[in-house]
């Protein structure tokens, strides 16, 4: 069955430290996407990254890089020089192929508070 | 452009009543999807719509929920006697839909807070 784990459920850090979360997952599909996903108080899912599963290459976006490695099914999100902005839960999801359309499994979140 | 829009933001409701959600797509997505999201958990699907029909609703927990889109747009999820364990946030997303081109982009409406008391 297709599932998520996000182990870490709430890390802490002091402002400017990097932080990594980590994401493992299973899949019986051999085409999948990744996704990482911010969820601030406010509420609303910010879309972070999709990830194919035929690309492996790493990607950075300023602070924010990911490590896929289809080897340990993971998909790890770091953010470099952590700012008080960053504190949210993140969501790793990873799709599930439906008939016409993809589903998307979530993980439980980690909860990260970057204090000042 | 506009994004996904749900009414109502907030929803507070007692044991036992019927409650109506909606969702209003982005226009021209022919793919709609509902999840729901209990405290501290991530997002779970519910049900997807292509087009007018219910292509997938694999994710529904039992047969008090159901959910409609009788003209391709529009949708509305409809949850018949609400128990406490109801109460999540409801989370509407629509995408261009199909495979063809493999995964089109789900955009999340800001959800709808449901409080069974």
């Known amino acids: 069955a297709q599932k998520v784990t996000q182990a870490q459920t709430e890390i802490s850090v002091v402002e400017k430290e990097d932080v990594t979360l980590d994401c493992v997952y299973e899949?019986?599909?051999?085409?999948?996407?990744l996704f990482w996903y911010k969820q601030p108080p406010s509420g609303e899912l910010v879309f972070l990254i999709r990830r194919n599963s035929f690309d492996e290459q790493n990607e950075i976006s300023g602070r924010y890089s990911w490590n896929f490695q289809k080897s340990t099914s993971s998909f790890n999100f770091t953010i470099t020089a952590s700012q008080v902005v960053d504190s949210a839960v993140y969501f790793c999801a990873l799709s599930e192929r439906m008939d016409s359309s993809y589903k998307l499994i979530f993980g439980s979140g980690t909860r990260l508070l970057v204090r000042p | 452009g506009a994004g996904v829009s749900q009414t109502p933001s907030n929803k507070v409701t007692e044991k036992g009543k019927y409650v109506e959600l909606r969702c209003d797509p982005i226009?021209?997505?022919?793919?709609l999807y509902w999840y729901r999201q209990s405290l501290g958990q991530g997002p779970e699907f519910l049900i997807y719509?292509?087009?007018?029909?219910?292509?997938?609703d694999s994710g529904l927990p039992n047969d008090r929920f159901f959910a409609v889109r009788p003209e391709g747009s529009v949708s509305t999820l409809k949850i018949q006697r609400t128990e406490r364990g109801d109460s999540a946030v409801y989370l509407c997303?629509?995408?261009?839909?199909?495979?063809?081109?493999?995964?089109?982009?789900?955009?999340f409406g800001p959800g709808t807070r449901l409080t069974v008391l």
């Open positions: 899949t019986r599909d051999t085409t999948y996407y």
């Open positions: 226009s021209g997505h022919t793919a």
């Open positions: 719509f292509q087009g007018t029909g219910a292509a997938d």
């Open positions: 997303a629509s995408s261009t839909g199909g495979t063809d081109r493999g995964y089109n982009e789900q955009f």
